[in-house]
């Protein structure tokens, strides 16, 4: 009991000794197994290592048992028996020749079921090689040997052993071998575990570090200073080191300075009871670049609670960061937009209550946000554009919740504080956010619908206007296609609406004008400009309307091109008007031109005239003074020839600036009727005349009408060379306001003489009355133009329509005298003489040597002078001597000299009554068709005859002395 007791005690101090032992193996281990997730696998390890241990002393202590033993077996053989190992004593047979109690035992059986069978038979199958070359090193070395096998018990269950055998002399002398059988089942199955625990062991350390190697996320471990003792690869490619560069290196020095008191704060919570700790916190990379990372942090501790190093997992969260970063500008973004958004905008829940909302919905709805966030949109205070009461089931927030989708637009009237309706236009969109249902947008368009009213009024007062207006309005879509037509433009196309919709409205433009018109509509539609352009319509009716079109392109807000508007204006009569006065400036450029001329020809009549009134006068002298028969005749040629250069200045004059006919009021029939039939004598070509039988009489200069008349019935005549009939007819006319481009209101005598001949050129026509152009071979271009002036100084003017193949119309307008007239008189040779002193003042000697001549030969006493000065002088001088005057003959102009306009003022002074007679080669001067005007008593032009003379003298002479 006391050996027991002692044994007891053995083992607790060998397990006491065990368990310190394989303490001090593990503080010195350089990785120690302390990872959590293998605290089962470590505490069976743990138990195995120390009873591994245990049983190691144990052996050792048996061996010191078994020397013992055997030094003192004799001693204490009767303990042989009691050892707790088996004894074998196998012959050199290997039978079992001797065993104790232990063995017995451990084979299951007894000593008698041992003896005399061979030990083989008793040893696993599969170790047998095992305990043969036992027994050959054994027998080989002769010392004692050891071997662990497996022995079978007699139920033939394996167990371990550990063999020891030696060679010994039994007392017979024979060789026998003694063994010793250790069972160590129990350390076998133990150390197979722990195997088994270790391979265990190291495939968990494999499969960690292959998982610690595979991770993304940094891995590390460092010690308490904060020395890393382990990195994974992920942790050497995030800070682009090598292990080398890290290991047993501080990793503080990586991190910012501002971001160490939070490390270290959180280092220093961990402990047994919280082993763990989050947090985040900058890093320096090496290429100085911050990032941001996220660790958990665990601290490993020892049973004791020391703190052995610490585990860390990392991970970079720099895009969270930047994107938290971004997500609060954001917010802060849309916080800002949703303050100060134009439009209302409401979160409801799904009762439709208000739970947020900006400041645009509390102006909008009238009230504040505290009042606004207790509304609820119901039925009571929604309503339908037509006023009616609007179901909260149809109101955009319900729908989008229903429909889980955008609700476009819709016209709402919400019911203000003041139960007036606030028009709005509301979406809504589902809001998928704890406690919410939609969002709600909302806009004021109040203002709009009162627009969109009074738009609706405007367009109705515009489409009343133009439904009034007599301008021709239109609107086309984008692709030209009519929409709408005012009623006047339908009158003017002469088309109705329905024929006017689409392309129909093509078919009112005059087809000559439809390219152009076109044309120029796809010019404005690529610049993008405006359309103008003046055409013709052609009704159905056949009637042709000039119009000006008006259009422009009109585009929406995104400048998109929505349609064109466009008008059109009735001008035909503006267009006829535009022909006559195209008409009327072309006459006013004939008379510019023939003004330019008339200055030319007055200058050169008047000098003519001078020249030829003194050879006129001293011809005629010559006949009174000569009775030879040949003398005479040829001073009678030499008077036609006068009277054919006067003839000649007189066409010229018809040009002179300022000049105008010498006119007496008369009819034009039968004068123009005997002009007509004489230039068309000894022609093939013949006139008939069509006359109104209550013809006007007409103030008119008989000699200027009569060359009129000749030139425009010669040139029909020579238009039709082979013949024909010329139709002269003679008729009353009115002309009213602008019915005429040139004529003024008044009553006029309209002279038509139309032939039926080649007619005239259209490129030629607008140049027929120019001076100098002619289109025959022999023509010299003053005939038309004579024409044309004189008709012009007469007050009327001549217009003329030709078509080429068919004949020419020239149509002549004289005014009207309305005042009864009797036939002219045919005139008579006077024969007058006289007495009395008469002046003539004139600055060219020949003129006053023929003057003084003609008037001797009267009778009369001729004083001549070259200037008024002189004139008047000699006047005076006849008064004071008591001499009578009879008559003055002054000359119009005298160059660097008093004129007889002057002249004449001065002596009317002296005398108001006596004659006093102004000659001048301007025949057309204004002083020579009107002398009394000037304060002469009667004009006579140059160069004049005796007759001439005698006969003035004759009429106003004998007035002068009767009064």
Request: proline residues 4%; contains cysteine; aromatic residues 8%.
């Amino acid at each position: 009991m006391a050996q027991s007791k002692n044994y007891l005690s053995d083992l607790n101090l060998l397990r006491k000794d065990a368990v310190e032992r394989y303490q001090l193996q593990e503080d010195q281990r350089e990785f120690p197994l302390s990872d959590q997730n293998l605290a089962t696998e470590n505490d069976i390890l743990y138990e195995l290592q120390v009873h591994q241990i245990e049983l190691e002393m144990q052996n050792d202590e048996l061996r010191k048992i078994q020397h013992e033993l055997e030094l003192t077996k004799t001693r204490y053989f009767d303990l042989y028996d009691l050892a707790p190992v088996g004894y074998l004593t196998v012959n050199g047979s290997s039978e079992i020749i001797e065993a104790n109690f232990t063995a017995a035992t451990m084979f299951g059986t007894t000593r008698c079921g041992l003896s005399k069978r061979p030990i083989t038979q008793f040893i696993f199958g599969e170790d047998q090689d095992i305990y043969y070359l036992h027994r050959k090193e054994q027998r080989k070395e002769g010392t004692v040997q050891t071997c662990e096998l497996r022995m079978v018990k007699s139920d033939g269950a394996p167990f371990w052993v550990r063999f020891e055998a030696t060679t010994s002399t039994d007392v017979d002398e024979t060789v026998v071998t003694r063994n010793i059988m250790i069972d160590i089942d129990d350390r076998k199955k133990a150390e197979s575990e722990t195997q088994k625990a270790v391979r265990a062991l190291r495939e968990s350390e494999s499969r960690y570090l292959a998982i610690i190697e595979d991770q993304t996320e940094l891995i590390c471990r460092y010690l308490p200073d904060g020395r890393l003792s382990f990195v994974n690869e992920a942790y050497l490619r995030y800070f682009h080191k090598s292990r080398s560069e890290v290991m047993d290196k501080n990793f503080i020095p990586n991190i910012p300075q501002s971001d160490t008191n939070i490390i270290d704060s959180h280092l220093k919570s961990i402990s047994p009871d919280s082993p763990i700790t989050s947090f985040e916190h900058r890093v320096i990379l090496a290429d100085g670049t911050i990032r941001w990372q996220s660790w958990n942090h665990r601290g490993i501790f020892c049973p004791n609670g020391k703190l052995l190093e610490f585990q860390a997992v990392g991970r970079d969260i720099t895009d969270r960061k930047e994107a938290e970063l971004e997500l609060q500008e954001s917010e802060e973004r849309w916080r800002r937009l949703f303050e100060i958004l134009p439009v209302g905008v409401a979160v409801v829940n799904h009762e439709h209550e208000i739970i947020e909302c900006n400041p645009a919905l509390e102006k909008i709805l009238q009230q504040s946000r505290s009042s606004v966030k207790k509304l609820s949109f119901t039925d009571q205070n929604l309503l339908r554009t037509d006023g009616t009461p609007l179901s909260i089931d149809e109101f955009p927030s319900k729908l989008a919740v229903d429909l889980n989708r955008i609700i476009p637009p819709l016209e709402i009237g919400i019911i203000s504080p003041n139960n007036v309706p606030i028009w709005t236009e509301v979406t809504a969109a589902p809001l998928h956010l704890p406690g919410t249902a939609a969002v709600v947008v909302t806009m004021d368009i109040t203002e709009r619908k009162q627009a969109e009213q009074k738009l609706r009024d405007r367009d109705a007062q515009f489409r009343s206007l133009t439904e009034l207006v007599p301008i021709g309005i239109y609107m086309t879509d984008s692709e030209g296609n009519c929409i709408y037509a005012n009623p006047e433009w339908c009158k003017l196309a002469g088309l109705t609406l329905d024929q006017v919709r689409g392309d129909g409205w093509k078919e009112a433009i005059h087809p000559d004008d439809r390219q152009v018109v076109s044309d120029k509509w796809d010019t404005m539609v690529m610049s993008q400009g405006q359309w103008g352009h003046e055409y013709r319509f052609l009704r159905q009716d056949g009637e042709i309307s000039w119009v000006f079109g008006l259009a422009t392109a009109q585009y929406d807000g995104s400048g998109n091109l929505t349609h064109y508007i466009g008008v059109n204006q009735d001008i035909t009569i503006r267009k006829k008007f535009e022909e006559e006065r195209m008409k009327a400036e072309y006459q006013l450029q004939q008379t510019q031109k023939l003004e330019s001329l008339g200055f030319l020809a007055g200058g050169i009549a008047h000098d003519f005239n001078n020249l030829m009134g003194g050879v006129f006068g001293y011809i005629q002298l010559a006949q009174l003074e000569s009775n030879e028969s040949p003398v005479k005749d040829d001073l009678a040629r030499a008077v036609k020839g006068i009277d054919r250069a006067r003839g000649l200045t007189q066409q010229l004059l018809t040009f002179a600036v300022g000049g105008a006919p010498i006119r007496e009021v008369a009819k034009l029939f039968p004068f123009v009727e005997e002009t007509a039939r004489f230039a068309l004598s000894g022609s093939k070509s013949s006139c008939d005349f069509t006359v109104a039988p209550n013809l006007y009489a007409c103030n008119f200069d008989r000699n200027q009408i009569g060359q009129v008349i000749d030139n425009i019935v010669i040139n029909a005549q020579q238009a039709m060379p082979d013949g024909g009939l010329i139709h002269l007819t003679a008729e009353n006319c009115s002309i009213k306001k602008n019915e005429h481009p040139i004529l003024t209101v008044g009553n006029y005598i309209r002279i038509v003489i139309k032939d039926s001949g080649l007619g005239i050129a259209e490129e030629a026509i607008s140049h027929i009355f120019d001076p100098f152009f002619t289109t025959k071979e022999m023509g010299h271009g003053l005939g038309l133009a004579t024409c044309y002036s004189i008709i012009k100084r007469h007050g009327g003017c001549i217009d003329v329509d030709s078509t080429v193949g068919v004949g020419t119309a020239f149509t002549v307008y004289l005014p009207a005298v309305l005042s009864r007239v009797s036939d002219l008189q045919k005139s008579h040779r006077v024969i007058h003489s006289g007495c009395g002193t008469v002046l003539v003042m004139d600055d060219e000697e020949m003129m006053r040597g023929t003057i003084s001549g003609m008037l001797k030969h009267s009778g009369y006493l001729p004083l001549c002078t070259c200037d008024g000065k002189e004139t008047i002088a000699q006047f005076n001088e006849e008064i004071t001597a008591g001499r009578t005057i009879a008559a003055l003959i002054l000359d119009l102009t005298v160059p660097n000299g008093m004129g007889g306009v002057a002249t004449v003022a001065e002596i009317r002074k002296i005398d108001p009554l006596v004659p006093v007679f102004v000659a001048s080669g301007y025949a057309d001067d204004p002083v020579m068709t009107n002398p009394t005007a000037y304060g002469f008593t009667a004009s006579i032009a140059k160069p004049f005859g005796k007759d001439d003379l005698a006969e003035m003298m004759a009429r106003y002479i004998v007035e002068y002395e009767s009064v």
